[in-house]
Every structure is written in structure tokens, then in C-alpha cells.
């Protein structure tokens, strides 16, 4: 083997040393060659912002390239020898962007722009693979889901990228050659030929590079043999070692099994590529799952004996991701699932109910041709076996097959169980269906289930549409699925009960047209057609660039990867620092050992509590309790920091971190839950209670009333930058570079940990990958960690978390247990309601949002009598901390909910019920403020009657009628939404610059994707009367906007823009004067007219603002209607928004696209959180569960509603708002509980069909598709035809 291999990146040749066995290609990009437009995050091919486009030899055809794009985090840079890869600043720049950097940008389809590189390397692939016509909007929407982005909402950049379909509507198509993009992307082409480079040319080009920052690895041997012969004698020469056969890599992505003694690359062996078709299909085993579909459909359209492959092909497209499918093997899965038998692999399952047979060899003579089951046991060490390919038999007409796979979400998820059906069926006596040899295999149920024999046999000869037939077979099966209780997987309950649902829909695909059509309705999956959306939205020309629909201003460098973060800064330089954490909470820490992690190569540091130079808290204010930036002396909770690790390498730091051990004494069982507290009476100080007019009373003497309990989970910011921080030690102190979104706080938190004067550390914050409130305060934990490091070491340090640390160590949103009582008349009219609602705090209550419910806890209602107990529970979680919208929208949610189980009591819809309460102008709300701007019940009208409510509820009704297993649901939910400006300060400054009269701004808010610095430099070019492209925004600095408030709440954009105003007028004031003496001068001979007269061209400004009396705290309220439609399916529980209708109340937008972008955005935040997020803690060390991508599950591009349609409402102002403008952000958020009780009302309809819908029955949320399944009761005594 070769000292290197060589890669060519961008059009660059590099030698990279064979020693970079365990560097992946993201490494590689990001820290050697310094292209940092390509992100990192969860290095487990889970969120796709890592992705890049490479293009390689085929080994198995000569001439042919392979093309496609691929996550760079699992590709390790050596298998990329002879491979030209692009990164996306290898397809465009600012000045000469690509095609699809100006149609994203065009489009607003980037906010916080961490996810938007991968994005643009994902359609460069596909406009790669899809010449001409063949690109449709199906295609597009299907390969976007391994491409995760947690601020958009994701419509945008659909549509963005949609424009290039050949079947998009003529007038937004791009205005491109799809040709064009597939020649086009400096880098690609190799200078002396002109063809595409793939770096194997025999002397090196003239401009083969040296990489910089080299790093020294003592790393497994790696080969890339280029035959099976080869192969196997290399084998056969690592008998007794570890070693790692590569293939695509992507199996690190979901276990970590290392370390390896050696890697064998089997990539460039061309006799594993086989693909050919006889009376058995043949594939080889290095052929990626991207081509196994391609191939398998192109088979199945050919021979008709081979068109089940079709069905199959169709479910290998459900694993993972596009970009890991695209390297990913068949032959690997099978692998993975040999290794760790509990593994749900959708390849096992595809290929044992094909009856396909697996050739193995660790020769040319020994060859084993087995089942993929045999496989499982079968001995592939000694002798060292390798799988070379699979066979697939053709099968007749009469034998049907289906498979299953039931997902936490809509894609890229594991199987919460997934089932494949075989069964060969006689139709040949009328109204029999005899089944012969039936295969029924289902995953995920335990590691050495697959068959479900018993039910197999008893099928065997039967006629299933013999009613008892298939109650027999739904019997047994019930009873021989005995799943395994794995924390954060499906319930075993869950899982028998799906499994039995599977096969049901099943039999009666079998059965076809003999099974009543009400119950065929269970055939099949929920079908989703493209999605689109609208956005409707006003606009005022005279007060351009004010209320002008702009794309953001930083999105073309986003689009371009030249914007950079925090996480991006690097040099030859620096070291690197990561957290050991407890690994268990509530138990005494009796010794923190480091001589395991100092002896890990690169580890330089370990500083423990008592390293700290200053006081050992990361929160310099002393009204708020203490959090240690390092344990001392207990671990409150599992994640935990108490020590920092300092290395030469990002890896060296983590993998020290894990070495630190921690002795624990004293261990208790972990707090966990709100109702844990309860029974343990954990709790914070008491919090008085709100009381208004006397609630026990008034519900007593109601004529109905409701009384109920209802839990709702947490959430995790999961913000696609993780949390980050670069110190510096200069001569006076610290330059902190911080990912933060509040700079006076990590300023604070460092000058104290580090035990100096304030003065001396110098914050900053350019811009930040998202955020959601989680980096509000939380990022002192890694602003101080990472200062701690850099002083103890003297050099500059980085701390870039890993997306576990980060899930495990940082709090979330507060999950709450509610009790609530209510007392109403017979139109549904609030007499009273009591509430005791506890919010799980964690470790501190610093950030509870609890009293929120006093604030926002009326919605539109107007309850003349209310009594509210607050209560903040202790438990041993991180400190749970600010999420979008916090308290908020909780409290809007447990409203909402009360009003459904009134309505439900009184048999009303919902709707009627709200608005039988709504407020009216002159009544006091709950914070005793007098309501004078409400609007909420006009809005409300004339938004059901624009998303033709009624009409489709009636529809519904009907749909649900005629399905017996297919349910649909309506909701609808009105939003009153208080914005509070008291105790938010923040401050601006401007300079006009001479010569050419161009503008700087820095704002004391922190640019996070929100549009803050695109709507100050609105702001300031109306105020000033310049065009916007004079105004440019700087980082927020601790010098310039000393003091400011945090960014959060939504009101950030509009108080700075107050400040920028009065910056504005404060330079107006000394401008016009000259001005008016030059009437006809440009602007910028007006500034140098100014300069001349030594002018002050910089003017500052510092809002504080003061509400009092009716004015608080409530400045305005802002409202909004949300209309969800959802159908579900009965037997599963999968379910999908249909149609979604939002209106939103901004006021005069000051920049309606951004707006409708944080509408959006924040919306499918909100779906995340009430349908498929969830965290699962670990009962007896109180770990978390969920810290991965494989487990924790946001939503993706297949989540959002099918028809999305955003009102921002037109002809509205705001006398006590910013320009008339009203906030965002957050408020659409309180809206998306609609979604949990259009949920409710097709579980209603499921329950009325076994008469149990009447009654109220209480749910949690979030709602998954495991407790909706759950909720709608599904039995197998209903299983039947008729
Ligand atoms: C984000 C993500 C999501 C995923 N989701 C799913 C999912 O929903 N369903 C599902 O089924 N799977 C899923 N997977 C798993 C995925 O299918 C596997 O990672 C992949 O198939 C492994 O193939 P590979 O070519 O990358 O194998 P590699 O990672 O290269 O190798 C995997 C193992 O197989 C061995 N091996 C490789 N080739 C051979 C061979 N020819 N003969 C013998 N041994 C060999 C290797 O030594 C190694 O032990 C997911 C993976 C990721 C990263
Ligand atoms: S960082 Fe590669 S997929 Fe997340
Ligand atoms: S813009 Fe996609 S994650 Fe922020």
C-alpha cells in the first residue's frame, strides 16, 4: 500500500498519509484544508449538513462516473483515493453564485444558514444524477430526507430547489439549464485534460497541495485492494485481528464498535459490484443502496417475475437518508445486523422475504450460499469470510408481498417495528384465499426474533378469508410477539399491537374486494402527495426598503459557505477542550480520576473544581442560584460537566473526556418527573398563587364542570451549530469568541470563573447556528469551560461540542404535570378554573417559565374567576432552560385543552366554545390589564370562513363514516399573545462613514437566523432615506453593546430597532442641518460635506423601556388563528397534516419574508414538539436516552403539513409597536397545540366506532405515533373483514 493516497478537492490535489485511517473526510475538509462551508453536527449521518458531492470512478465500468453526493462526517478521507469531491465552495461564490446558491437565496430558504451548505451539496447531486426532464418535484422532494433543518420549516428550500423540476410551473421555473449545473463547479474538471479529475493521474498536477495543520497518528493499517484474490489473502493475513472491512462507512453512524487494528477499503474491487439478471437476479455486495433501488426497479419493469423487487426497492428507500443511502451497501446492513442482532435492519428483512441467498467466501473455493437468516450464525471470522453477492429468485404471479415499516416520523428513522409478508395464495376455489409457505418477518421486536413461526405454520394451507382463519392467525400471532423493553423504543405493548396490525392489513390486501371497503381502508400506508405551500402577506411600496420583501442579507454567503460561525474558527494554533461528564445524578462525587485520560495521545489538561482561578459558578448574577461550572462535590444530574479536558485535537479532547473516571458514594435514585417531585415533595421555594375573583366558588356553583390532569413533554433546542466558544489569552485578559445570545452574560460568567475584572474579557458574537433559547444562558457552561481552558493552558482554546454532550449536558425545554378544574354553563361560558401546575425544572429554577401561565395562561378567554398554583419542580435533569416560545406556549396549550374537554362535555365542536369566551375590548385580562386592541373574534370568523371550516369539517365526518380504519380530524386554534418589552434592554451603534457615505451598524442582539441584522438594516435605510446596500450589520461586541439584555423572546428585533431609530435620529439631527444647504447633493456628498465640518458621524443609543400602570406588562397583544387537518391511520398510529392554515397578526411587517420565515419556522418547530420529539431518561442513573439522531427525532422535509398555507394579516398596524410592526417568532409557536387536538379528534372518531369516543379521555403529548396508535384502542377482536 501506498504512504497516501490522493484526493482532489475542488479541482486541488492532496496527498493525504495512509495514516488518516480514522480521519473522516469532514475532518479532513474542515480542519486540513480549512473549508469549513461544510458543516459538522451529529457525525452520524443523521441531519445531512456535513454532505458534500463527489464524483469516482466506477469500478465495475470502465469510463462510467460515479455521481452523487455523500455525508462527509462517516467517509473517511482515505477511501476517497482517486475521487474528485466537491465542497460547496467549490460550486460558487458571492460574487459568481451557482444556480442553486441564488434560487435558495431567492427563495429565503436559509435563516441561521448551519444546515444550508448541505442542502446546496445535496441538489448539486441531484442535478447531477437528473439530466434534463428527468428531474420532477417528486424526485426533489423525495431526496431531501436526510437533510435536517431546525429554523425553516423547510418550505422554503423545497420550493427553492423545486424550481429546478422539469414539472415546476413555467413561470417560477429557474431560470437555468439543468446541463448547465452538471458542467458547471470550478474544481471538478482537471486542468490538463479537461476532464473530470479523479486525481489518478500518473504525476501529480502542478498544483498538488500540502495540507495544512497535519496531524501525527499512530492509526490502524489501511489497504484498498483492487481484487477478490487480493482481498481475501489480506484477510486471511489479519486472522485474529479486529479489522473493519469498508465499505460505505455509514454503520459508525448508528454503533461506535471500534477500535479497529486495521481497515480493509473494498471499494475499488470491481468483481463486488455485480448487478446481472438471469432466472435469479444477482447484486453484488458493494453495491449501495441508492443503485440496489435503481436496479431493482429497472428488473421489476422488465420481468414480471421479478416485480416484487419493485415493493422492495420501495422499502430499502425508506432507510436512512439519501446521502447515506448513496454509500451505503446492502452487504453492510446484513453485516450490522450479524454483529448486533437487536438491529432492525430493513436490508435483513427485504432480503429473507425475498428468499434471497448470500454467497460468502474467504476464497475462490470456499463458498457458503446461505439464507440471510443462516447468515446471522454463520462463521465469518475463521476463516475470514466476505460477503460477495446476493441471488433473488422471480416468483409467480399468485405470491403477494408487502412490506412495513412503522417510523417515529415520516423518514429517515428506524423502524419502530417493520414487518415483510410473503404468502404464495390459491384463488382458484371462489371466495378462498388457501396460502401456501407464508413468510411473516417483523424487526425491532427482540435480537433473535424474526420469524413469527408459529403463526407461519398455522397459516400454512388455510383459507385467510375464512373469518376465524384469520382470527386464529391474529391470535397466535398476538401471543408469540413478546417484544423487549428497551428504553426509548416502543413499548412491548405497542409493538405486539402493531405487529398484529400489520399482518391484519395484510390479509386483507389478500382478500381484496371480499372484505367490506369500510375496513379495506386499513390497506396500505397514508399516501403523501407533494406538498406546497402559500404565503400571503402585505407589503407598503412608499415605505421601501421598510415592509419590502428582501431575502435575508446574509443568504447568499450562507448559500455560498463563505458566511462563518464560531465552530469554524481553527488554527495551526490551538488546542481543543471537551467535557467529562457524571455519568449518573443525585450521588455524592468522592474522586475524579485523570491519570487514564493524561495517558490518551494529545491530552495535555485536565482541570478539575479545584483549577478553577475564580469562584466556581457560571452565572454572574447573584439573584440567581449557582450552577459550578465544574462538580465538586455531587453530581445533581447524568451529563453533568466536572472536568475539562484539554488536547491537541478535537479528538484527543473527547476521547480523553471519556477516560476522566468519577467515584460516586452515596447514590440516590434520579428525581425525573414532575410527578417524581410530587412523591418526593421536590420542590423550589413556593411561588404565590394567582388569584382572581374566587374559583372554588364559581366552579361549585356552575352548572357543569370539567376536572382533569394532563403531562406534557420536553424538548431539546437541537440547534445545528452546537454549542461553541474560542478563547484567547491576550495581555490584558480573554477574547472570548462565543456562540451565544447573550454576551453581558458569558462576559460576566467568564470575568467571575476566571476570577478578573469584567474589563478584561472581551465578548463576541458575529452570528450563531440557531439557537431556540438554548444559548441564551447555557452558553456559560462552554463559554467558561473552554475560558478555563485557555488560561490554565495559556493558548487559544476551542470548545465545540458534540451533539451528545451537548443533548446529555444542556437543559431543554421543561416538561409540566398539570391538574386543572373548570366550571362552565351550559354554552361552554367560563364560571371558573382552578390550575396547579408544576414545570420540571432540573437541577435550578432560575429559568422557570412557570409563571408564564399567569401571563398567557387566558389566551382569548375572558374567566372572571381564577385560582393558579405554581410550583417548580426539583429534579436531577440539567437545568432546564428557555425553549422558543417557553411558558407560553405551555400555557396557551393547557388552556386550549380545557376549552376541548368542555366542548367535549357539552357535545359542542370546540370552536364554538371558544368563541363563546372570547374577550371583549374594556375586559380586564388575567395580568388585570384592560383589553383594548382585541381582534381575536373577527380574526377568528373570517379565518374559518377563508379556510372553509365548517365545510371541511363536514368532510371529515364523512371520510371518517365511510373508513373504518382511516381517521380524520379538525382543529382549530385562536391565539392572543401579550408581548412584554419591560426589562429588556439593548443598545445600537451606528457610524456613517466618509467618502461614500456607507453605514455600520452593531446591535446589542445577536443575529441567530431570526432576520434581526436584515430588519435593523431596513430600519436604519428608512430612518437614514439610503439604499439598503449602504448598510452593513457588525458582530455584537461587549465594548459596543455593553449591557444588553439576551436575545430572546421575539422582542430583540424590535427594541433594537428602536435603538437604531433613535441612533437614526439622533445622526438625522446633526446631518440635516448641513442637508438642507445641498438640496441636490447625493448622499454621500452630504456625509463627506459633514465630515469636512467635523460632523460626529456615530451616534448611540440605549432603550430600557418602562411600562407601567395598563401598560404592563403587556405592551400589545398580537394574534393569530391555526387551522390543522390531519388523517391518521387507525391500525399504526403514522399520521400527516394534511392542511395546515396560519394567520398572523405582525402588525406592518417590517420584513414580511422574514416574518413569514419565522412563522413557518417556528410552526414546525412546534409540530416537533407535540408529535415526534421525546426524551427518555434513563430510570436509574438519570441519563438520557435520547442524545442521538437515531433516537431523538425532529421533524423533517416530510413532516411539515402537506398544503401549508401563512397569512401574515393584511391591512394591520401596531400604534405601540416599532414602526407599527408587531413581534414574531415565538407567538405562532402557542398555536401549534392545534395539531394535538385535530390529533384528538380523529382518535375521537376511531374510539366512536367501538363506542368509547363519548366520554373525555385524556392525552399527553407529545402525541407519537406509538400513544396515538395506543389511544385510538385498537384490539384484534376488531380485526375482521366485515
Ligand atoms: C443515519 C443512518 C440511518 C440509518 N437508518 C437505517 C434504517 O432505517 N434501517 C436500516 O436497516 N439501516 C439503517 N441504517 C444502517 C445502514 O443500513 C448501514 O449503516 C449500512 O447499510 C451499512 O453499510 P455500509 O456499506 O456503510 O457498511 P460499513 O459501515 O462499511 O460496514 C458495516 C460492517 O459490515 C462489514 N462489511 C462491510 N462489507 C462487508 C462484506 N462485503 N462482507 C462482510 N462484511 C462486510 C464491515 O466490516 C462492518 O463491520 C442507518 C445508518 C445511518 C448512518
Ligand atoms: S454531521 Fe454528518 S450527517 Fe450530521
Ligand atoms: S437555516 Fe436550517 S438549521 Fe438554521
Redesign the pocket.
Known sequence: MATAVVVTVNGLQYQVPNTYGEISL?EFLRKNLLLTGT?????????????VYVEYPDPSQQGVVVQRSI????CPVLSCDGWSITTVEGTGNRVTPSPIQQQLTKHYGTQCGYCTS?MIMNMHGLTKKYNGSALTKQIVEDSFD?N?CRCTGYRPILDAFKTFASDSKPACHAVVDLEDISGQGPGVKCPTTGETCFGTCPKPHESQMAITNPINLQAASWDQPKTLTELYSRMAALAGKRLFLVAGHTSP?VYKDGPYDAYIDTKKISDLYLKRVASTTFIGANVTMTDTIDFFNQTATSNPRFSYLAAVAGHIKKIAGT??RNAATWAGSLMLKRTHPEFPSDIFLCFEVANALITVQSSDTDKLVISPLALLTTNMDSPRRVITSAGFPGFDANVLFRLYKIMPRSQNAHALVNAAFRAQVDRSQPGKFVIGSPALIFGNITGSFNHASLTENYLKGKDIGDATVLAGALKILHDEIKADDVPAEATPAYKQSLSCSLFYKFALEIVGNSANSRFRSAVGSLSRPISSGTQDFPTNASNYPLTQPIPKLESLVQCTGEAKYISDTDSGTMLYAAFAVAERGNADIVKIDSTDAMKYPGVVKVLTAMDIPGVNNINPNANVDQEEALASAKALFAGQPVAVVVGSSQTAAEEGAKLVKVTYANAQTPILTCRDAIDAKSFFPSIPDMVIGDAPTAIKNAPSRVKGVLEIGSQMHFYMETQAAVCTPTDDGMDVESGTQWVDWVQGGVAQCLGVKKNLINVSVKRIGGAYGGKISRGNIIACGAALAAHAVNKPVKMFQS?WDSAKMIGKRNPYYVEYEAGFDANGKLAGIITNVYANCGQTATESPVSAVTLWGDNGYNCPNWKVSMTNCKTNLPANTWTRAPGSTESIFFIEYIMEHIAQTLGKPSIDVKRANFYKNGDRTITGQPLKDFTLAELTDSFLTSASYRQRLQDAATFNLNNRWRKRGISVTPMKYGSTWNGNNFNCFISIFHSGGTVAVSHGGVEMGQGINTKVAQVVAYELGIPLDLVSIKPNFSLTNANANSTGGSVTSELVSLAAINCCSQLKARIDPIKNTMPNASWSDIIEACFVKTIDLSARSWIAPKTTGDDAPVNYNTYGVTCTEVELDVLTGEHQITRMDVIHDCGESMSPLVDVGQIEGAIVMGLGYYTSEELVYEKTTGALVTYS?WKYKPPTTKDIPIDFRVQILQNSSNPSGVLRSKLVAEPPLCMTCSVVFALREAIKAARDEISQGHDWFQINAPMTVEKVQQYCLPDIAQFTYN
Open positions: 469532514n458543516k459538522v453536527m451529529c457525525r452520524e449521518g443523521g441531519c445531512g449538513i456535513c454532505v455525508n462527509s462526517c462517516l448541505g436526510g435536517m453512524g446521502p447515506v451533539l439522531t
